[in-house]
């Protein structure tokens, strides 16, 4: 454990309500890893691109696929679906609405839970680090949302995420793998 408290740790790494998750700013992604940091990118990007003003958690699935090489990208298709897949039903959930936004693209609030339960989940996995794994299980926590049903759907659930990603990790950095968690 990093010997931090939940209410530090918040403080430190989720923007308040007022506060735009902005990059590549530092702040609230301070901690994010470069990949991770791209999701957020490509999501704003996609989010403009469709003329939303605002970054939901759809758009953050179409960020994750936009980094083929995360463990976020790994998992869904170790799970089932390919990203082809995962896209298109992402897409079909979003209506274009008219041009490219003008405005400066924000973070609906249920994206910004979805940063804040990345976190959480980074935290429970005793990283110091958000990479694309926590943005996933922070989505899949997030499970009033659709963009959680569209990949629990495709069966890419978060116990079955959370189960691969620890295996993988393991794999990586030659530790045993926990047996629950």
């Given amino acids: 454990y990093m010997g931090v408290s939940k209410q530090a740790a918040q403080k430190r790494f989720v923007p308040r309500e007022s ?3 902005d990059l ?3 702040g609230g992604l301070s901690r994010f890893t470069m990949r991770a940091r791209n999701v957020v990118q490509h999501a704003k990007a996609q989010a403009r691109d469709l003329g939303h003003d605002q970054v939901g958690n759809e758009h953050l699935v179409l960020g994750l696929l ?5 463990l976020a990208a790994k998992a869904i298709v170790a799970l089932g679906p390919t990203l082809e897949q995962v896209r298109a039903e992402a897409l079909a959930l979003l209506e274009p609405d008219g041009g490219a936004s003008r ?10 839970k979805t940063v804040e339960l990345a976190l959480r989940e980074a935290l429970h996995m005793g990283h110091n680090y958000i990479g ?3 943005i996933m299980l922070g989505l899949l ?3 009033q949302e659709s963009a959680a049903e569209l990949l629990s759907g495709l069966g890419v659930t978060r116990n079955g995420a959370e189960k691969w990603i620890r295996a993988e990790l393991a794999a990586l950095y030659g530790q045993p ?3 629950s968690g």
């Fill in 132 to 134: 694309t794994e926590h």
């Fill in 141 to 143: 926590r997030n499970d």
């Fill in 66 to 70: 936009s980094e083929p090489e995360g």
């Fill in 103 to 112: 405005r400066r693209v924000r973070f609906s609030r249920g994206a910004k």
């Fill in 177 to 179: 793998s926990p047996r």
């Fill in 19 to 21: 506060e735009e998750l």
């Fill in 24 to 26: 590549p700013s530092g």
